[in-house]
């Protein structure tokens, strides 16, 4: 420990061993009231030493809500759940707030109504005292005149009050009243700010029976207090800037300041001064959380450095992904199993928990793969469907479903109701079992419980929305510690910090949005409303933490501030009561405590960083194993736009994962397109001899059957088959034409799969024509005329028509561009045959080169890289 905290406590123990030498060694008869237990032990260390005792009985050490939760009450306390649920129902009853959130206002609320309860001019000690000291406070506003917020507020809170039933501000009330009229023994309190008026009062109660020592570290060590004055505005004076510069003492070698550019800067700064100390063999490092995303950033980088925080302040649960599974769970109930929901929560870690890990992963995988195939956009029950055939996913999909059935959407519950089929699905989904094994989840799950049973008396009624939003503010209030981490560094908080010194202290997002941190009387009832109930405002709130800084600086001997001078591109202000001492201390001293060495070991750091090989381009080559036997069409015309592309899609198989769409895309509009031709053409194979309007009458039918599910999906759908429809004539024409030629339709949709040497390629053709022995392999294209053409203008480029010309023993080949209400014939200018014949010699060997080893390098022109999916992957651009 430093040097400066010892004296402070030897002086508190000197005195509190006078008070008591006719005692000694007994102290048990004084209380000594703490800020908090880590003074406890110094504290007794200090009375020891003074002592000189072999042995000393230690006075009773306790924090001041510790010692009033230890007076037993007869009455029972209503728990803030259950206030909390009376007041939402009586505000929604009232319609006064149409469009407000009234959980949030409802939080506020009480708050307040505790703050009003605490601002009673007495400390009632039983119900009827009580009573009166709301009766008077209520008489001497009844005529004031109040803004409306603040008459609202009185007013619901006089209501709340009437009845016996106590709430914890008022339990509080009375057990310090009763604490106070059993005074007997002296009492010393430690504190270095100010407190609430009514924990004064309690004091002063005391003191009427029995003696009160109060050791206030603002007037122990008055070279620190007054040093910054600051208004109710939050803003320091300036006033006698130079007279106050004279008082403050040279803290170079104590206290400096980072200012950083960026958030990740910051975090990285603090992460690194974390380190050096703990190398420097620093075992009691506190970080003062100012900022908490920075803190998070910051923990994360500590984590990767293997170093664990330990964290006296907590998260809320809100923030944990242990929360983080349930509203997964309920967002995708409440959005029909939007397929991205769905993935998400089936991606947790904690669903499933109790199926082996294989089997989990393995269910996920395929129902992935499946929905993205089948492009299934949303809706559980499709879902199911789909799985029909794929046993892995049955039981995950039914447990669903169970749960599903458990949280009816449609009802109105209670709280309890609802809290109850929250959790009986989670049983249902395995997610219990997940949360269980986690500390964090298995407090969430105690939390869940204690709530429902709670609210197990409460009548009031919500949907399903209503609920929910209860749920996210109950997790947003609920604070989660892991106690089990034991580490040399600790997250903690300004207040948490009094009379305590550390080896190092990291002042960590001291800006001024953060420091003095935001106390303004929240959203919907602010400072003026505050003001008007007589309440604490914002500067009663400053000063407290004014003081607690100016308290741990005088205590601490090693201490650096960080803050970010820039804040997404703008610039970003330091706290102005550092601000004020930095000033200070640079007008008496010459120095203005800029942190100097940490920039260099960041750059270090980052130079180090820079060191790993930079990004080239890749020609990876796999083992014979890895290379498929089989290839589709498309895949070889990967292969030949790009090997990397190839290697990519179809030997890692990353394209599998399509994207579910969840517009109609062209594809789609293509696919629909060569649907409706197949079945126009299973009715009419020939359409010559057929009256034209019945013709186009029965194509338009057949479209709008075909089209029919993606009307119903996607509004644009209309758009696409609007497209079709202008070149319905035109195909009719086209095909009548083709007939007179003496073409006849043969067949559609064949499969064919040709054996290679070493490979065997396969692929499916959309039209077979005939004309007597001749054949012809037509591909519906819905590309215009020049766009194919292009395709097809190098020999061996595209290398579909050719291979499905070969696959069907067929001497023509051609695309039917189908684009722009025109239906035209795009045929190959090369020999189809021959070109076939070289395409197949090219993949034999391709494929062969590959299972020898050869690299697959990404070689994709810019129009292929400008539609390819892998280019993340390839890291094109990045390239020297
Ligand atoms: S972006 Fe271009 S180079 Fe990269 S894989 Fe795709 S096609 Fe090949």
């Not at 409460?458 to 580490?487: C, H, K, M, P, V």
Request: aromatic share 8%; proline share 4%; glycine share 4%.
């Amino acid at each position: 420990m430093n040097s400066y905290l010892p004296p402070f406590l030897d002086r508190v123990a000197r005195h509190i061993l006078s008070c008591h030498a006719q005692e000694l060694p007994d102290l048990r008869r004084a209380t000594v009231l703490l800020p908090n237990y880590h003074v406890a032990q110094p504290l007794a260390q200090a009375l020891s030493a003074a002592a000189k005792l072999p042995a000393l009985l230690l006075p009773q050490m306790v924090t001041l809500n510790d010692w009033a939760q230890s007076v037993p009450l007869d009455a029972s306390v209503a728990t803030d759940s259950q206030r909390s649920a009376l007041l939402y129902q009586h505000l929604r009853k009232q319609q006064w707030f149409e469009n407000a959130d009234l959980w949030s206002m409802t939080q506020e609320l009480l708050a307040l109504f505790d703050e009003l309860t605490h601002a009673l001019d007495t400390l009632p000690r039983d119900a009827e005292a009580f009573a009166a000291a709301v009766q008077q406070a209520y008489q001497a506003r009844q005529n004031a005149t109040l803004q409306l917020e603040a008459r609202l507020v009185f007013e619901l809170w006089h209501a709340m009050q009437a009845g016996d039933e106590l709430d914890a501000a008022r339990a509080y009330q009375q057990r310090l009243a009763k604490l106070a009229a059993q005074a007997s023994q002296p009492l010393f309190v430690l504190r270095a700010s100010g407190w609430d008026a009514f924990e004064q009062r309690f004091l002063d109660e005391y003191a009427k029976r029995a003696a009160v020592e109060v050791f206030d570290l603002r007037e122990m060590a008055p070279q620190w207090s007054g040093l910054l004055r600051i208004h109710s505005t939050g803003h320091p004076t300036g006033y006698s800037a130079g007279l106050r510069s004279q008082n403050i003492p040279p803290l170079g070698g104590r206290l400096r300041f980072f200012a950083a550019t960026s958030l990740e800067q910051e975090a990285r700064a603090a992460a690194m001064q974390v380190r050096r100390w703990l190398q420097a063999g620093k075992r009691d490092i506190t970080i003062v959380a100012q900022d908490r995303v920075v803190a998070r950033r910051l923990r994360a980088l500590l984590e990767r450095a293997q170093v664990l925080v330990a964290d006296e302040t907590g998260w809320t649960f809100d923030t944990l992904s242990v929360s983080t599974v349930l509203d997964r769970w309920l967002t995708a109930l409440q959005s029909d199993f939007y397929h991205h929901d769905l993935l998400d929560l089936l991606k947790s870690p904690f669903i499933f928990a109790d199926m082996a890990a294989s089997e989990r992963k393995a269910a996920v995988y395929q129902l992935e793969q499946l929905l993205r195939k089948q492009g299934v956009v949303a809706g559980l029950e499709k879902f199911v469907a789909l799985a029909e055939h794929e046993t892995v996913l049955h039981q995950p999909l039914a447990r669903l479903r169970q749960a599903t059935m458990l949280l009816e959407q449609n009802k109105k519950s209670t709280l309890a109701e609802w809290l109850e089929a929250l959790r009986a699905s989670l049983r249902v989904l395995g997610i219990d079992t997940g949360l269980q094994q986690d500390d964090a989840g298995a407090q969430l799950l105690r939390a869940l419980g204690t709530w429902q049973q709670e609210l197990a008396a409460d009548a009031g009624r919500y949907r399903f929305a209503e609920w929910r939003r209860w749920l996210a503010q109950q997790l947003g209030a609920q604070t989660y510690r892991d106690s089990g981490i034991d580490s040399p560094v600790r997250f903690t908080h300004l207040a948490a910090a009094r009379w305590r010194a550390f080896d190092a202290v990291l002042l960590l997002g001291c800006d001024a949005n953060h420091l003095p941190s935001v106390a303004d009387g929240g959203r919907w009832f602010n400072d003026a409303v505050r003001s008007a109930l007589n309440l604490p405002t914002r500067s009663i709130h400053t000063t407290r933490q004014s003081d607690d800084l100016l308290a741990l600086l005088a205590l601490n001997d090693c201490v650096l501030v960080t803050w970010q001078k820039d804040r997404n591109g703008e610039k970003g202000l330091l706290s102005p009561y550092l601000e004020m001492l930095r000033d200070l201390h640079t007008l008496a001293h010459g120095d203005d405590l800029g942190e100097n060495e940490l920039h260099a070991y960041l750059a270090a750091e980052e130079a180090h960083n820079a060191e790993l090989p930079q990004a080239a381009q890749p020609a990876p080559k796999v083992t014979a194993q890895a290379v498929p036997a089989s290839v589709s069409i498309s895949a070889y015309n990967s292969l030949v736009a790009c090997p990397y592309q190839f290697y990519a899609r179809h030997i890692l198989r990353l394209n599998e994962l399509d994207e579910v769409q969840e517009g109609i895309e062209k594809r789609d509009y293509g696919e629909r397109v060569h649907d409706i031709l197949r079945r126009f053409h299973e009715r009419y194979p020939q359409v010559s001899g057929h009256p034209a309007d019945e013709l186009e009458a029965s194509l338009r039918r057949i479209s709008e059957e075909v089209f029919a599910d993606l009307l119903q999906q996607d509004f644009a759908a209309r758009a696409w088959l609007a497209r079709w429809f202008a070149a319905l004539p035109a195909y009719l024409e086209w095909q009548t034409e083709n007939e007179a030629q003496g073409w006849r339709y043969a067949e559609a949709e064949s499969a064919f799969d040709w054996e290679l040497e070493g490979v065997r390629l396969r692929g499916r053709i959309d039209r077979l024509d005939a004309r007597g022995e001749e054949k012809r392999v037509l591909d519906y294209k819905t590309q215009s005329e020049q766009v194919l053409r292009n395709k097809l203008r190098e020999p061996g480029e595209d290398v579909q028509l050719a291979c499905y010309a070969y696959a069907h023993e067929a001497a023509d080949a051609a695309f039917v561009s189908i684009e722009n209400g025109k239906v035209k014939l795009v045929e190959p200018k090369h020999d189809v045959p021959l070109l076939a014949q070289l395409n197949a010699e090219r993949l034999v060997h391709a494929m062969g080169e590959i299972r020898g080893g050869a690299g697959m390098p990404a070689n994709g022109i810019d129009t292929v890289c400008g539609y390819c999916e892998m280019r993340g992957l390839c890291r094109k651009g990045e390239w020297p």
